[in-house]
């Protein structure tokens, strides 16, 4: 299993707006080898931002690796984005290898 | 859903050393109400240090916190740790709620 998070950092107050783009966004991933799971979660608040992560699971890093590469992939970012006001910084990708 | 994960900064060269001490660790999960899945994951790896994150899935973050409060987590972590060397830091908690 291979899991792929990014980390976005929203401004206070536009947690809402943050979320309405996702909910509105074509993710294209229902038919993608490998893909098992995709959610958006929201972690911690802090002084100025509201730390959310998407997070999808995957069979195996070499399948999330070959969606990226894909026409699928190019297709889902092109919608990607919003408001840049709302993000404090880009988005943060870290990849996790199921160890246990 | 409710996603517990805790991210450990681990010292360069003990990788190995963090996840025996993971695969010896009885974690008394298995009969707790609302627990879902758990794994240990490995994420990427720094100058000096890789990341890793204990990941559970709960049904919900009230299951996620009677369980904080449990005799099973008080067990499960009592054999927590390992030698202080192995880390940079403490390990960092992030609680994310399902939103999509």
Redesign the interface.
Known sequence: ?F?AMNRFKIATGSENEF?DI??KRETYLDNVPGFKE???????SHDDYT???S?SVWESREAFETWTKSEAFRKAHTTAGGAKGIYLGPPQF???????
Do not use: C, R
Request: charged share 15%.
């Open positions: 299993m899991i979320i996702w909910k995709f959610h958006l979660l929201q972690g911690p730390l959310f992560a997070h870290e990849g996790f290898d199921e160890v246990i």
